[in-house]
């Protein structure tokens, strides 16, 4: 009497607890909790190619080790440019600031894209002087390389080549005879210039997004 009274008191199972009680149902949903994921990033689309915009000349200069350094030794590597000197007392020093965090952000790309630093005042920025100056930021010498060379040859290069503006005063001798532009310039490992990027954080964090899909792609 007792064990007909159990029986019929005794709640049956519905179907999702019984399904949830299965060991196939838990392999079946870690799967897909798995696959869904990656099957949406392999159908996402990336953005669109940047522009190509124009292409830098060949050019051959000097690296802060005395050695030559140009587009030769940057083929098929991915740059961030920019334009300095090393007594410039008003925006390098927070351009350069600016070139330290990204040298970190591209840690692990080191083989796909590298930092370069053209000098616009090569008379005083010799090759000993860049390399004081290169280990005084903490450069990685395998990621950032500092130039030198002729002045009539940086000029015609950063005017011609990159497209931005360079003034020279009459007196050299000062610190603000130099007028240069602040941006950073990305070249793709063709030689080919795809953007300008203004030092701020929003237009950095943009380099830094379009730099990733520059490595992807290549």
């Known amino acids: 009497m007792e064990a007909v009274s159990l029986r019929k008191f005794r709640r049956e199972s519905n179907f999702l607890e019984r399904l949830v009680g299965k060991k196939a149902f838990w392999w079946i949903l870690a799967s897909f909790l798995f696959v869904y994921p990656l099957a949406r990033s392999l159908k996402r ?3 669109p190619p940047l522009p190509k915009l124009y292409k830098i000349p060949e050019f051959n200069l000097m690296n802060s080790f005395g050695k030559p350094y140009g587009s030769k030794e940057l083929k098929g590597r991915i ?29 692990g790309l080191n083989k796909k894209v590298t930092i370069t630093t053209f000098s616009v005042h090569p008379e005083i920025d010799t090759p000993k002087v860049l390399y004081k100056y290169a280990r005084k930021l903490q450069a990685n010498p395998f990621v950032w390389s500092f130039l030198t060379g002729s002045k009539d040859s940086l000029k015609s290069l950063i005017v011609d080549g990159f497209k931005v503006p360079i003034e020279y ?48 792609r290549s």
Request: aromatic share 12%.
């Open 169 to 216: 005063s009459a007196k050299d001798s000062t610190l603000f005879d130099i007028v240069h532009s602040e941006k950073f310039v990305l070249v793709d490992a063709d030689g080919w210039v795809r953007g300008y990027y203004p030092t701020n954080k929003f237009s950095l964090n943009q380099l830094m997004v379009d730099v990733g899909l520059l490595a992807n």
């Open 45 to 47: 689309e990336l953005p």
């Open 79 to 107: 740059y961030i440019a920019n334009f300095m000197f090393t007594s410039c007392p008003t925006v390098c020093p927070k351009q350069m600031k600016k070139l330290q965090e990204i040298q970190k952000r591209i840690r």
